[in-house]
């Protein structure tokens, strides 16, 4: 791994390791799969990890993730999937050498996982986390978090009775050029003072929900490199056809920090889904970088140059969208917060302002008007019924 971007002072291998193994080292000398046996990771304590939801994103990106999590060492056992489809539970189960559940309480009861991925449909994800957990497992919940305030802050409740641990998936945080550009961000007096960032997301999917299924990727990274957010504007364009009701299938959102940090965000369901589909700028004041998709970042901080820049070197047995995309940094890393080896540097709160964000977007392309930030939950997810409602 090559990185002529380095932040001052920062350790030069921040977002370009697995655990103790840097990337450079896991695809070096006869190793080339990076499969050499790690004994940090091999003397972690076991952990017994079930899915519940077996549908495209646990099978394209938990499920593959975890495989290569478990090929680097880490003692973590898949036990178990749950889904109501049988064919897709069947196929999980017979791929993965696990056991298929049509019911996920039956699965919590009878394998007693100590992590649950939560990457059921949305509408299921605060029920799945909540029984999760109060079966006494953690739980890792695909985005978004839940589909209203009440059910965010009940997770968060849930979470700190139990004693259960929860993080909301927010895998790009995790991302190699995102890690780098957050320190960049930290350390660099360029962005000190001020911080303007623009964000776009294209994608082509038309049964996609463009806030909830794509855009809520640019809420958490705004809020990752920003901060909390007071004041949400909006406009939504065009409608999808057919049984998709979705009111919008484009929209430009604008984000106010307050003093110093303002954001502005494309979004849009309707487009091709072409490489780069994310991009995100961050100007500062004689110095902005800019992030594209998970796999270059560009560091200008001088009139006449040159460009800083870090973009992967990428070994022809690299596996891309599970270590580069974030998957299976954010696991590992929650694995080891269950096993009580890290602190969570993602927290049930992000969970909860990310639907708060969704919910504040709705809300502001209603009414036209701006949304201030924070919510009084009940009143929005009222609000907010009311206009699904009216799709």
Known sequence: MTT?????????????????????????????YGVGFDHHRADRRPLRLAVIGAGGVAQSKWLPALARLRTLWDPVELVGVADPNEDQGRKVGRVHGCRWYRDHRQLLSEEKPDVVVIASPDRSHAEHAQDAMEAGSAALVEKPFCTSLAEAGRLCDVSAATGARLMPVANLRFSPPFRRAHQFLATLEGFSAERTLLGKMHLGYDYVDVLEGATVHLFDLTRFLLGDVVEVRARGLGRAEGPHRYPFRQAVISLDFGPGRAAQLFTSASALSLKPWLRVEVHGQGTWLAVDDVFELVLYDSETGPAKVWKPVLANTLLFDEEFGGYLPQLEHFLQVVRGEEEPSVTPIDGYRAVELITATHLAIASGEAVPLPLDASEADAEAALLRSQW
């Open 4 to 32: 002529a971007a380095t932040p001052p002072g920062s350790d030069p291998g921040l977002g370009d390791t697995y655990g103790h193994t840097p990337v450079d080292k896991m695809f070096a000398g006869a190793d080339v």
